[in-house]
Every structure is written in C-alpha cells, then in structure tokens.
C-alpha cells in the first residue's frame, strides 16, 4: 500500500535533487586548470587571458567562456579572486549554447566558478 507512495517521493525528491539549470560562465576540464585561469586571469587583470594560457598549454578547448545547461554538483574547492571569494564547483554539463539554442552534448563533467554566497542548499 506505502510502496506506490513512497516510490513517488523518491521520484520527487531524486528530481529536486538533480534539477537542471543554465549556466554562462568558465568551464574548464579540471579544476587545476581553472585554478590557472584565476591566477592567471587575477595577475593580468582578466579571465580571457586566463583562458587563453590554458588552452595554448592544454588543449584548444581545455577552458570555455559559454552557457551550458547541466546540473550543478559539490563544491572541491575555494580561490581568492578581486571580486572576492569563489566556490570551484563540478557542473554535469548535458547541452552547451550555440547560436541556434542549445544543442545537447554527451554528458561529461566540467568545473565552474560560483561566488561562495550562490552555493547551493
């Protein structure tokens, strides 16, 4: 009698827990990398010269400027940035942002920067 009630929570809740969400921002494949972008990006004054060492050392897209849709994850990490404190977050990135819409991708993992008073709860 419970089993159809509680497996309808369950759906609920798993949902909740996963829900979607746009993001624009740096994503980068590590967040070693997008640990450089922010040194980088601090000691010259911008990201985009952040994201340009790092990809000319690791790969032509190793870090992208984009939105993305995807389902953010746990935070592994803080760095100190001028605008002050920034959450390194993992984003399960499920479509990326073109000028048609978005276009799903194959599902993979990227890091991202949130400032510390967006985590989530």
């Known amino acids: 009698m419970y089993f159809p009630i509680v497996t309808a929570l369950l759906a609920l809740l798993s949902h909740a827990a996963f829900a979607q969400e746009p993001m624009r921002g740096i994503f980068c494949d590590t967040q070693a990398q997008l640990e450089k972008v922010v ?11 952040g994201i340009e060492a790092v990809n000319k050392s690791d790969g032509e897209h190793a870090c992208v400027y984009t939105t993305i849709l995807g389902v953010r994850g746990k935070v592994v990490a803080t760095v100190a940035s001028p605008e002050g404190l920034l959450d390194i977050v993992t984003f399960r990135v499920q479509a990326i942002a073109t000028p048609i819409g978005m276009i799903p991708v194959e599902e993979r993992l990227w890091f991202t920067l949130v400032s510390s008073d967006q985590r989530a709860t």
Do not use: Q, S
Request: proline share 0%; no cysteine; charged share 10%.
């Open 39 to 49: 040194l980088i990006g601090t000691a010259e004054g911008n990201a985009g010269a």
